[in-house]
Nanobody
Framework: QVQLVESGGGLAQPGGSLRLSCAAS????????MSWVRQAPGKDVEWVSI????????SYADSVKGRFTISRDNAKNGLFLQMDRLKADDTALYYCAKWPTYHSDRGQGTQVTVSS
């Protein structure tokens, strides 16, 4: 079955950086479009970034464009999100997810809190 395990969240100051990781198993990772999505308290799930199996074609939400970088390691079934210049509005529970089935095929999430 699909297993997605996120790590790397934590507390960061505004302007700081964090790197999220996701270990995937149970499906053909290298040919699967993957994503990071997030959910802030009281808000709907929001897609953050998408990456195709080739690791080249990527998309970003306007709110994170130029600050976040998505990448993947198909040899190790790993998905990553480098988050730079963090803002308070980035505070959320971040999920690694298959795209477009992110509502059902996602991990337990890792909390990111941006605060001074």
């Amino acid at each position: 079955q699909v297993q997605l395990v996120e790590s790397g969240g934590g507390l960061a100051q505004p302007g700081g950086s964090l790197r999220l990781s996701c270990a995937a198993s149970g499906f053909p990772f290298s040919t699967t479009v993957m994503s990071w999505v997030r959910q802030a308290p009281g808000k709907d799930v929001e897609w953050v970034s998408i990456i195709h199996g080739d690791g080249i074609k990527t998309s970003y939400a306007d709110s994170v464009k130029g600050r976040f970088t998505i990448s993947r390691d198909n040899a190790k079934n790993g998905l990553f999100l480098q988050m730079d210049r963090l803002k308070a509005d980035d505070t959320a529970l971040y999920y690694c997810a298959k795209w477009p089935t992110y509502h059902s095929d996602r991990g337990q999430g890792t909390q990111v809190t941006v605060s001074s």
